[in-house]
């Protein structure tokens, strides 16, 4: 069945596509929950003019994502921490304090884009990714020194 899918699904696809999937995957998730719609002769032409609307947003869009990334790799911290006398901190850094510390830089993200390789507990040098989309994905440089 073709679907056009009207929001982002993560592993199937993004909005604004028209995507081949199982029937039963378009009548018992995607059309229920109205995430997408069917693609039918009668409606195909609607849709492939909203199809290139979406498409120009997006490209928009992704001028504005490469610029974002940009700023992100070129930004670098220093975090004062307290720490236990082995070098390790009392707290691991959470995917919010990074939110935070791109929110005072002017840069609005959500935690679920923050990524740790591993969870940062004690002191040094990290690299966290900033995931911005499937293919930008910014590393953050994030060092880690005692108060």
Known sequence: ???????????VGFAGEILKVKDGYAKNFLLPRGLGV???PANEAVLSKHITEVENRKKALESKTSMLAEKIGNLKFTLKRKMHDDGKLYGALSPQEIVDLLTNEGIKISKSQVIFDKSIKERGSYEVVIKLSNNLKPT????IVAE
């Open 1 to 11: 069945m073709k679907i056009y899918l009207l929001k982002d699904i993560e592993k």
């Open 38 to 40: 069917e693609v039918t």
């Open 140 to 143: 953050l440089n994030i060092k």
